[in-house]
């Protein structure tokens, strides 16, 4: 069958992947796409939220399985578009509805979902413009690191952690009276702060059952030793280390049923993956967030990991037959490496020549951030690639990737050396 991706980072490139690789999918192609993704797919120039230009590709190239890979065209109702249109509503759509997607798209609404269903999580509030002087008082009620959470999608930026109660008081007047973060501030959430290490769960479902994939943990900041600014993700290892089967049983148990169940009780649509951003406390799990679609860069070691054939996975997850699907897992240990470019998350230079991906042996190069110009492949983005391996053991797998990374150039290339340092 001929599929259609939409996205263009490292994330989507596993996927695609991924995809290419089962005998069920005849053509790939993915929206917009970068260089890397041009390779073993049919790139195309559209607006993966721009729903009437992906109406009109899906028909004209007889498109019969579209896999969505970013939150925006999901909280945009991507699902919800196609279901109510008769030309497309026989045509699966990989991730949720719109409403299910509001896990995602609304921190309130995630966080009402896990306290009506038991779900363990940290206790918290929510604030707007008008209750701003209710949110300095509650911040008084908590013990520092205070954590506030833009409502609605900053990419990835709209959380903070401050020590310091005066500056938190005066970061939350900055979100909510001055919308540092724009709209998406215009509600802040504001919870205690739990002390653990965090972790990541993913879990694909057919809205009746599910799979739970393999575990992975990523390293959001930017400098050594988890420093510096949040950036959409410096590296990432799978299985986590830590999660042995007691601590996953106790996530099956005390999250992913209820989750799953929650939402067929609200009668949610949800045929896609569930990220289950989860922190664990002493030996107990707590959710931090949901995300609904796959994370970046853990797609980019789940994926890899995964033996079954994708393709049979999303078929199972659209005729809702996944409960008889058989998913097979690859014992090894995946591990990324992501290769930013200079100065990024803030100002960064675009368009830099990659050179030495054809010297890479025994990984996998995933681009993230690329576009072929003049027949060479340059940076497009803050993320430019992941070199993802496999190994025994995670320091076996990462030191794989490094020393691929040492191959590949270009100009102010920077990665982090001291990824798995916490495990």
């Not at 993915?30 to 993704?37: Q, R, T």
């Not at 120039?45 to 992906?54: H, Q």
């Not at 599910?210 to 299985?239: C, F, H, Q, W």
């Not at 496999?390 to 001291?418: C, H, M, P, W």
Request: with cysteine; hydrophobic share 40%; net charge negative.
């Amino acid at each position: 069958m001929n599929i259609l991706l939409l996205g263009s980072g490292g994330r989507e490139h596993a996927l695609a992947w991924k995809i290419t690789q089962s005998a069920k999918c005849s053509k790939l192609f993915v929206a917009p796409g970068n260089a890397g993704i041009g390779k073993i797919a049919t790139n195309a120039a559209i607006n993966p939220t721009d729903f009437n230009a992906v109406k009109q590709f899906v028909l004209s190239n007889t498109i019969e399985m579209v896999v969505v890979g970013p939150e925006d065209p999901l909280v945009k109702g991507i699902y919800d578009y196609f279901k109510n249109d008769s030309d497309l509503a026989n045509i699966p759509v990989i991730g949720p509805s719109q409403q299910g997607a509001q896990l995602e798209g609304s921190k309130e609404f995630a966080k009402q979902f896990l306290v009506k269903n038991n779900i363990p999580t940290a206790r918290y509030q929510s604030f707007t413009k008008d209750t701003v002087n209710a949110g300095h008082d509650f911040l008084t009620t908590l013990k520092p690191p205070y954590v506030l959470k833009a409502d609605g999608l900053a990419a990835g930026k709209g959380v903070l952690i401050i020590n310091d109660l005066t500056e938190a008081q005066q970061e939350l007047s900055n979100m909510l009276v001055d919308a540092k973060f724009g709209d998406a501030s215009s509600k802040v959430v504001i919870e205690e702060f739990l002390d653990g290490i965090e972790l990541s769960c993913f879990v694909l479902t057919d809205g009746k059952s599910y799979k739970i994939l393999p575990t992975a943990k990523d390293y959001k900041r930017i400098g050594e030793g988890d420093t510096g600014l949040n950036t959409g993700g410096m590296g990432a290892v799978s299985p986590v280390p830590f999660a042995d089967d007691a601590f996953m049983q106790k996530v099956e148990e005390r999250i992913v049923k209820p989750t799953i169940s929650g939402l067929k009780t609200d009668e949610i649509a949800y045929k896609g993956f569930v990220f289950i951003g989860l922190i664990k406390v002493g030996n107990d799990p707590f959710v931090i967030e949901y995300n609904v679609r796959m994370g970046d860069p853990e797609t980019e070691v789940v994926i890899p990991r995964i033996k079954s054939d994708l393709v049979e996975l999303f078929e199972a997850v659209a005729s809702q037959t996944l409960d008889q699907a058989v998913l097979e897992i690859d014992e090894r240990t995946a591990t990324t490496v992501m290769m930013v470019s200079g100065g990024y998350p803030e100002d960064y230079e675009k368009g830099k020549l990659i050179t030495g991906l054809d010297q890479v042996e025994n990984s996998i190069v995933f681009h993230a951030g690329t576009a072929e110009k003049d027949g060479n492949i340059v940076t497009n983005g803050g993320r430019v690639l992941a070199i993802t391996s496999y190994g025994n053991n995670f320091k076996e797998a990462l030191a794989q990737s490094y020393q691929n990374v040492e191959k590949i150039n270009f100009d102010k290339k920077y990665y982090r050396t001291d990824l798995g340092f916490d495990l």
